[in-house]
């Protein structure tokens, strides 16, 4: 029988953490969150200005909740072992309540890392749950329900069914409704470039009549081609040259926003996707050596990392890759209420390389374990070293600038991606007499802001400090499940709702979705945590002023709910049927509502398309589903015959280079992408489209992208790159 129980939140982590331990241990795992405020009520007494939260076990932890105090009864020493942040500390908190035990009398173990290692040295040193942690976490669900619990009826009184607010959710949503108004208001202003070419190389025009050329400077193509009227037949010599070195830093390792950014952008991974992943890695998985967790925590906002870890990455990177290669750095966040105690995400063995572990993780964990690993010994190598070259060539009338660069020293480069091409430049002289080999006027169009992605909204509200590691992916998840928005071509576009929503909190809300008010309240939830606030203080000083509003609300906001009649008799009351507006679009219902129920969908009429079924001959009509329209024959259920109502885009002159077949452009949720038109037997995909051109390096096929603002191809296979 077991001596000493270990609670832990995770099953995957406590079956690691048992592999490290012997008999005189058992390990087991709470699943999360053990107590929570009810789900079917508010969940908060309050008596003299004091928030009494009703923590209640959770249905699906009952039984979990009885195996823990059969087990608690039976141990001499109890160890919580949650994960070491607020949730981590609260679940602590609620696990010793459930077990009836005071949580200040139960040791508290944590670690940054899943290893035998780190668990050993943590039952060495325990200490105490920090209330003052638990006190942050309890402030914060309770203002999050109080919030949800009071604003959201009052959204779906006055707006339509469904719809929820919430204190980050709610400011999040107006970043992206903001964003999509400037997109909505904008308009284009038109300006123009010269460009002139010597020795076969571009230049642009940055001087004209002695006057240094703005952006804006030249507005009309009258203006432009005055311009290379007046240039095109004149002498120009070399006015200058310099030559200079410049770094390209080493890159900080990950914390939770980056990683989340940089997974969006670089393997198309959604935040919540690189989470579950990140989880994985961090609880435990099989490896050469054993079952035992391969990365640190991943809810981090520090860029702290272990001295022990730096030494072993830089020993590393001196017997592999080089010893001009290694420079111990330290980084540090400017979030200045970031955890510096906690780590950053990194690998937790630099010698367990991504190739020892190909034939153990999945294609996606090996992927972000990839990602993980280069960064980290990227952080530990010197800058990269470019030589750039600037070439001035003019006369009296105008002057034109060519840039060129080449890579000196690869740097961190070795490790972690490839810089982008050299631009190499033929031989100039100063003072050298030049011929102007051609010049053109080129048009542009200012553009608008781009749309959120959701790695560039997460970047904003880090930005602004807008909720924390642990709520990013979360919130936006919320917000597509809410219909709130819509990730299209992996940018997010607001809905219609979003607009009537955010509208209704600007004018009766403000501090709701204004996110100085909302980064404050982070900050406040900070100092509860470092115990310089008191949480019921706070809490005090937000919910008498909030409630004021919600009463408000009631009575000021006019009801958006417009239910349009549609001249039929409800079937069941005989009041008149009307349209009304729900969570998932329009329906038809009746007007007696509560009393009578009644409801049916809008029936839409099948329209007919100038196409025949290929199976039986009849009529081709569209209809709609989970994915958009589609054909289907008119002749259903006796024929299931379907197609696509815009077949994918073939290729022209490219063939998949696995099997022969065309190559087509295809859609899914996170965006655009090419695959085989033999698909599900052959499973060739790329992200960026391909081209009919082989890889200098590896002999595979192409593809054009965009990198860092540049047009190249990219191997599909060994990503090597060379600008077009």
Known sequence: ??????????????????????????????????????????????????????????????????????????????????????????????????????????????????????????????????????????????????????????????????????????????????????????????????????????????????????????????????????????????????????????????????????????????????????????????????????????????????????????????????????????YTTKNQTAQEAHEAIRVVDVRLTPNDLKNYLTKDELKLYSLIYNRFLASQMKDAIFETQNIYIGNEKGEFKISGKKLVFDGFYKVYGKPSADTLLPEFKEGEVLKLEDIKATQHFTKPPERYTEASLIKKLESLGIGRPSTYAPTITLLQNRNYVEVKDKKLHPTEIAFNVIQTLEKHFPDIVDAGFTANMEDMLDNIARGNKDWQEMLKDFYHPFMQLIEKGYEEIPSQKIAKPTGELCPECGKPLVIRKGRFGEFIACSGFPKCKYTRPIEEKEQKVDVKCDKCGADMVIKKGKSGEFLACSNYPECKNTKPLNPPEVLEDVKCPECGGDIVKRKSKRGEFYGCSNYPKCNFISKYRPVNEKCDECGYMMAKRTYRNKEVLECIKCKARKEI
């Open 1 to 330: 029988m077991a001596k000493k129980l270990i609670i832990v939140e995770s099953p995957a982590k406590a079956r690691t953490i048992k592999n490290f331990l012997g008999k005189d241990y058992e390990v087991i795992a709470s699943k999360g969150h053990i107590r929570d405020l009810p789900k079917t009520s508010f969940g908060i007494k309050i008596e003299d200005d004091k928030f009494i939260p009703q923590y209640r076990v959770t249905k699906d932890h009952q039984a979990i909740a009885k195996e823990l105090k059969e087990k608690a009864k039976k141990a001499d020493t109890i160890y919580i072992a949650t994960d070491e942040d607020r949730e981590g500390e609260a679940i602590g908190f609620h696990i010793a309540h459930v077990i009836g035990k005071d949580p200040d009398s139960l040791p508290r173990i944590v670690f940054h890392e899943i290893t035998k290692t780190a668990i050993k040295n943590a039952l060495k040193n325990p200490r105490k749950l920090d209330i003052n942690r638990v006190n942050a976490q309890q402030a914060r669900r309770l203002l999050d329900r109080i919030v949800g619990y009071k604003l959201s009826p009052l959204l779906n009184k006055k707006i339509q069914k469904g719809l929820s607010a919430g204190r980050v959710q709610s400011a999040a949503l107006k970043l992206v409704v903001d964003r999509e108004r400037e997109i909505r208001e904008f308009k284009p202003k038109e300006y123009w470039s010269i460009e002139g070419v010597f020795k076969k190389v571009e230049g642009s025009l940055i001087k004209y009549n002695q006057k240094k050329l703005d952006k804006f400077d030249i507005k009309t193509k009258e203006e432009a081609q005055k311009i290379v009227n007046e240039l095109k037949p004149l002498e120009y010599k070399v006015l200058k040259i310099e030559k200079k070195l410049t770094k390209t830093k080493s890159p900080a390792p990950f914390m939770t926003s980056t990683l989340q950014q940089v997974a969006s952008s670089e393997l198309g991974f959604s935040p919540k996707k690189t989470m579950q992943i990140a989880q994985k890695l961090y609880e435990g998985v099989k490896t050469p050596v054993g079952e035992m967790g391969i990365i640190t925590y991943m809810r981090t906002d520090s860029l702290n990392i272990a001295k022990e870890a730096q030494e072993a990455a830089v020993e590393f990177i001196k017997q592999n890759i080089g010893e001009s290669y290694a420079e111990p750095k330290t």
